[in-house]
């Protein structure tokens, strides 16, 4: 299993421009999140979905978007990047519920800088 | 809301020695979870320890164990026996449902 894969590792985007952060898992995972990890900061939830076709805001989700067509993919859209964007994009994926101890597997992170 | 603190932004262990890093967290649920992540120089997060909110006893895994004291909402990671890969960012976490809300970190230096 590759677990949860991330693409691209590395980008700088111009302000204004638009990209979508790719995310896959291969584990059957019902549930997916996207984190941003700024610097010297702890993860802060973007969204989340807990199956394909629902999607939910976490705590951050202002100037991003998500879609669910499949229970493997979920991926982030960024509409008009801006400076704040610059970040560590983290996408993880459970089983199920949290508070049944099912750990978040996390992607290796997407590095992403809005100049 | 819910809300993670983790007052150590650094500390500096002797290799071999015993560790505590500091989590106290608030929340008026009930049923929640507690997380600890690993997060190495190459960034990426690797899953630690869990602790359920109703369970009696503290949790372990190998050289980890998770102080549980739910009356003072504290949730301490102790490390055993510190090897150098220990050296990484340590963060804590709570979760109900499908959501994580993460402390800032404790930075942890093994020095030889």
């Known amino acids: 299993n590759a677990g949860v894969t991330q693409t691209p590792k590395f980008r700088i985007l111009k302000i204004g421009q638009s990209m979508t952060l790719q995310c896959t898992q291969d584990m059957n995972h019902n549930y997916m999140y996207w984190y941003r990890q700024d610097p010297g900061m702890g993860l802060k939830l973007i969204y989340y979905s807990v199956g394909a076709g629902i999607t939910d805001k976490g705590e951050v989700p202002n100037g991003y978007n998500v879609s669910r067509s499949t229970t493997e993919d979920f991926p982030l859209r960024l509409e008009l990047a801006a400076p704040s964007q610059t970040s560590v994009y983290f996408c993880?994926?459970?089983?199920?519920?949290?508070?049944?101890?099912?750990?978040?597997?996390f992607g290796p992170g997407t590095r992403l800088t809005v100049l | 809301a819910q809300k993670i603190t983790q007052t150590q932004p650094g500390m500096f262990v002797q290799e071999k020695e015993a560790v505590t890093l500091d989590c106290t967290y608030d929340t008026s649920d009930q049923s929640y979870g507690l997380f600890w992540y690993k997060q190495p120089s190459s960034g990426e997060m690797i899953f630690l320890i869990y602790?359920?909110?109703?369970?009696?006893q503290n949790a372990t895994e190998g050289r980890y164990s998770l102080n549980f004291q739910k009356a003072r909402k504290s949730a301490n990671l102790v490390i055993s026996a510190s090897q150098l890969g220990d050296s990484a960012m340590y963060f804590c976490?709570?979760?109900?449902?499908?959501?994580?809300?993460f402390g800032q970190g404790t930075r942890l230096t093994i020095n030889p």
């Open positions: 602790q359920g909110s109703y369970d009696e």
């Open positions: 993880a994926s459970s089983y199920s519920r949290l508070a049944q101890n099912n750990e978040q597997f």
């Open positions: 976490a709570m979760g109900r449902a499908q959501k994580l809300v």
